[in-house]
């Protein structure tokens, strides 16, 4: 372990001695365990960090000038749609995503770093409970949907076969996560087939440029944002893990979508058909301010702008159809072949640009009292996983309904917006949706019919609540043989016990 003096010369030449400034009130333990984390902190790269940060928060936000000159929609022939492709070019695109399943050919990547506090929990976001009448957790709903998605494609193909999953996660959620999934026996995955890694930290600094000390023997710490998985890939060897699988497509997500389709073989499919390396799914933005990333080309280059990167004139600009001009909106949900990744850790991380995220960042005081600050005190640098768009040889979008696939899950009750009840109301619509289109119908709680609605209200629970398990259906599909020409009433589960039973013939 390095000495002291060794310690406090590093600080020096990094601009950073305070940090030992309670040395010696410290007891024996405390100050080991101080010294194995500064230890680890290089001098000049935790200099470059300090200035960095400092320079990054130091300049102006907002909109960047002379943005809108360099900034172009993607070219028609890179987008693909979901809802707007005739049925035999979807059915192709799903086709191919199911062989190359089928195959072993494709991985998921959660990325699953953060904790929930904006939920106002302490532990990961993964495994919170929206409210679901079968009470699961994301973890649980995401785990499931991989082993339909195996079943599907292994039927289809008459072979058995396997996605693994890879689990980002940090310090903060490794164990807690791991144990989850132990406690639960990996929801029926086999483990070998669920490899957990943790990103990098960095350490929270001031807005001056020092490093924060959350405890007298404790460094502020944050994962280094969702394109640390870039680092991590490397510090752990998941793409030689990936290689000696077979895996050749690797489908990245944020755990906090709870409509999130793991391996989605139309995704999959449409991309590997364009031979892109690298592609993005995209929802339509609602309205031209809304805070969501804009996927788009900028000097002919596709990346993701900010949304407070692009000026109001820009966001409201109309395309020929009517349309937003800018209106890909960025939902962490990304394709990546191996290689292509294999080149981003090789060739292109060194090249990313921190982002900074101003934070309230708890921290003690001179006189080594625990401060929580009741506004921004600090700033974490974080790499975002969608700024390697612009390395990629073929870039593709691909973009889906915001109803059928994106429902984020980001701030407590009562916010009007990615709450718990907007992420239940949004799964619990589409289920009862794939239940009329499958031929149910519900008796509300009182026994008598739902109202008939021209469709179902934005924001509120539908007329009748239906859950359908990811084990019976993926995606909507195989729902007639249990649901059409039958009533329901509402509350309605169609786990897998039920849908067995719904198949025993029934008495005359």
């Given at each position: 372990m390095a000495s002291e003096q060794d310690v406090r010369?590093?600080?020096?030449?990094?601009?950073?001695?305070?940090?030992?400034?309670?040395?010696?009130?410290?007891?024996?333990?405390?100050?080991?365990?101080?010294?194995?984390?500064?230890?680890?902190?290089?001098?000049?790269?935790?200099?470059?960090?300090?200035?960095?940060?400092?320079?990054?928060?130091?300049?102006?936000?907002?909109?960047?000038?002379?943005?809108?000159?360099?900034?172009r929609p993607l070219p028609a022939e890179r987008v693909g749609r979901a809802s707007r492709s005739d049925p035999e070019t979807r059915r192709r695109w799903?086709?191919?995503?199911?062989?190359?399943?089928?195959?072993?050919?494709?991985?998921?990547?959660?990325?699953?770093?953060?904790?929930?506090?904006?939920?106002?929990?302490?532990?990961?976001?993964?495994?919170?409970?929206?409210?679901?009448?079968?009470?699961?957790?994301?973890?649980?709903?995401?785990?499931?949907?991989?082993?339909?998605?195996?079943?599907?494609?292994?039927?289809?193909?008459?072979?058995?076969?396997?996605?693994?999953?890879?689990?980002?996660?940090?310090?903060?959620?490794?164990?807690?996560?791991?144990?989850?999934?132990?406690?639960?026996?990996?929801?029926?995955?086999?483990?070998?087939n669920v490899v957990m890694f943790e990103q990098r930290l960095l350490p929270a600094v001031t807005f001056d440029g020092k490093v924060i000390l959350e405890r007298k023997d404790k460094v502020a710490m944050a994962p280094d944002g969702n394109g640390g998985l870039y680092c991590a890939l490397e510090d752990h060897k998941i793409l030689e893990d990936m290689e000696r699988r077979g895996v050749e497509f690797v489908h990245v997500y944020c755990v906090d979508n709870i409509l999130v389709r793991l391996a989605d073989p139309v995704f999959i499919g449409f991309c590997v058909l364009q031979g892109a390396d690298c592609g993005a799914k995209v929802v339509e933005k609602a309205y031209p301010e809304e805070p969501v990333g804009v996927v788009c080309q900028v000097d002919g280059v596709p990346q993701v702008v900010e949304y407070s990167e692009i000026s109001p004139d820009t966001a409201q600009l109309r395309a020929s159809d009517g349309g937003l001009l800018y209106n890909a909106g960025n939902i962490c949900n990304h394709f990546f072949t191996r290689g292509f990744l294999k080149a981003v850790t090789r060739e292109f991380e060194p090249l990313l640009k921190p982002h900074v995220a101003v934070k309230k960042v708890p921290y003690v005081d001179e006189e080594g009292n625990l401060i929580k600050p009741l506004k921004p005190n600090g700033i974490k640098m974080e790499k975002f996983v969608f700024d390697v768009f612009r390395f990629a040889k073929n870039f593709v979008a691909f973009e889906v309904l915001r109803e059928e696939e994106f429902s984020p899950l980001k701030n407590a009750e009562p916010a009007d917006r990615d709450s718990p009840r907007t992420s239940r109301q949004a799964l619990l619509a589409q289920h009862y949706r794939w239940a009329l289109q499958a031929g149910a119908r519900f008796l509300d709680a009182h026994g008598a019919w739902p109202p008939e609605l021209p469709g179902l209200p934005p924001n509120g629970d539908p007329p009748a609540i239906c859950e359908i398990s990811p084990l019976v259906s993926y995606s909507g599909e195989g729902l007639e043989v249990y649901l059409q020409g039958r009533e329901f009433q509402s509350p309605f589960i169609l786990d897998e016990d039920q849908a067995r039973e719904l198949l025993q013939p029934q008495e005359s």
């Open positions: 010369a590093r600080l020096q030449r990094a601009g950073q001695e305070h940090l030992l400034r309670f040395w010696a009130e410290l007891a024996p333990e405390s100050r080991a365990a101080l010294l194995a984390e500064l230890a680890l902190l290089e001098p000049e790269a935790l200099r470059e960090h300090c200035r960095r940060a400092a320079e990054a928060c130091a300049r102006p936000h907002g909109p960047l000038p002379g943005l809108a000159e360099r900034l799903e086709e191919e995503g199911f062989r190359q399943i089928a195959l072993n050919k494709v991985a998921v990547l959660l990325l699953a770093g953060g904790q929930g506090t904006r939920l106002g929990v302490t532990y990961p976001k993964g495994m919170y409970r929206v409210g679901l009448p079968s009470g699961k957790t994301l973890y649980q709903l995401q785990a499931e949907r991989i082993r339909r998605v195996e079943q599907l494609a292994g039927e289809r193909h008459g072979t058995c076969c396997t996605v693994p999953w890879y689990v980002m996660t940090s310090e903060f959620t490794l164990g807690p996560t791991a144990e989850f999934f132990r406690e639960h026996d990996f929801f029926h995955l086999d483990p070998a």
